[in-house]
């Protein structure tokens, strides 16, 4: 669900529909975080039907999000977008009984670069979000 937010153009208009399986405490913070405007917006890559994932700057801040159909999959998105220097990531996904318990995440941090790519592991009909913000701030 948190990963639809930075996928979806209209970010809030469909959160009543999803609180009923995911938790609204388990990505407030990410909530929290969206802006109601953007700077760019990237594809990074899809296939109609099946997934999708994408990069939205607002500002310095960069949100990538990715999400499935019903199927389990794992994405590495590259993050080519981010430019030069170093960057900490908020990374909210899908935890490893997701498929059976959609309202658990793991949530973690960790530092990237342009270089890197993050490991999207999406449950059945999951996603995967990160904010990503320069180190310095």
């Known amino acids: 669900m948190t990963a639809k937010k930075s996928v979806v153009d209209v970010l809030l208009n469909d959160l009543e529909a999803t609180t009923s399986h995911v938790s609204f405490t388990n990505c407030l ?14 594809v990074i890559m899809g296939e109609v039907g099946d997934f999708i994932a994408m ?4 500002g310095d801040v960069w949100f990538v999000g990715a999400m499935t ?15 030069e220097g170093r960057f900490q990531a908020e990374i909210w996904q899908d935890a490893y009984e997701a498929s059976e318990f959609p309202d658990r995440l793991i949530k973690e941090k960790r530092v990237v ?5 993050l490991s999207a592991v999406m449950a059945p009909g999951g996603g995967f979000v990160a904010v990503i913000r320069p180190e310095s701030r």
Do not use: E, H, M, N
């Not at 990069?55 to 607002?58: D, G």
């Open 55 to 58: 990069a939205r700057r607002s």
């Open 29 to 42: 913070d990410f909530l929290k975080a969206v802006p109601a405007t953007w700077d760019d917006t990237r």
């Open 113 to 117: 670069t342009a270089k890197d790519q």
């Open 69 to 83: 159909d019903w199927q389990p999959r794992t994405l590495d998105i590259p993050l080519a977008v981010l430019g």
